[in-house]
């Protein structure tokens, strides 16, 4: 069982991570404005892509070493451990992207958001509140230990809803004998 978990969590991480990794690099890169939503929207689906390993691992582990039989729990239990793993994968290659290759993200991120913001016609008290924000957020964000928990929380949440899905979907009882 570890075996599979180990294997599936992997494969994971090392799909969500060099997605991730691709993109940023291309928007680190980009001149003049970036499209955060795209950005964003492209972020999300790789991790689906990505926890598509999880519903594999469970069906896996059901098909081939629990004789086709899994209960709800088991099957949470195993895609829960892929998710961990596979998050744990993109939180250390975030750190590691952001603070050596790319420290002024959030500032870049920052300019980005308050451009946005005097675009659609924001007050200057608007503008002044949302600068204090971004900057005391950046400030937070350069710790990596406050940075590594944001970055959970923008994955894990994804990885347990496909995880409930996919213990739902694969859950099967022992066959009844009359």
């Not at 999300?44 to 519903?55: H, N, P, Q």
């Not at 964000?141 to 959970?152: G, I, V």
């Not at 990885?159 to 859950?171: M, N, W």
Request: overall charge positive; aromatic content about 14%.
């Amino acid at each position: 069982m570890q075996k599979n978990i180990l294997v599936h969590g992997l494969i994971a991480g090392i799909i969500v991570s060099v997605i991730m990794l691709f993109s940023m690099n291309y928007y680190s890169h980009c001149q003049g404005n970036i499209d955060w939503n795209t950005s964003m929207l492209v972020g999300y689906a790789s991790m689906l892509i990505a926890f598509s390993m999880v519903f594999v691992g469970i069906r896996n582990y059901r098909n081939k070493f629990n004789n086709g039989v899994i209960s709800f729990k088991k099957a949470f239990q195993i895609g829960i451990l892929i998710t961990l793993i596979a998050s744990t994968i993109y939180v250390l290659s975030w750190l590691v992207f952001y603070f050596y290759f790319i420290p002024d993200f959030m500032d870049k991120y920052g300019v980005q958001e308050i451009q946005n913001m005097k675009t659609s016609g924001a007050t200057v008290a608007e503008i002044e509140s949302k600068t204090k924000e971004i900057a005391a957020f950046s400030k937070m964000y350069k710790n990596p230990f406050f940075n590594a928990l944001m970055t959970y929380a923008e994955i894990l949440p994804v990885g347990l809803i496909v995880t409930l899905i996919s213990a739902f979907i694969l859950k099967r009882k022992a066959a009844q004998v009359p």
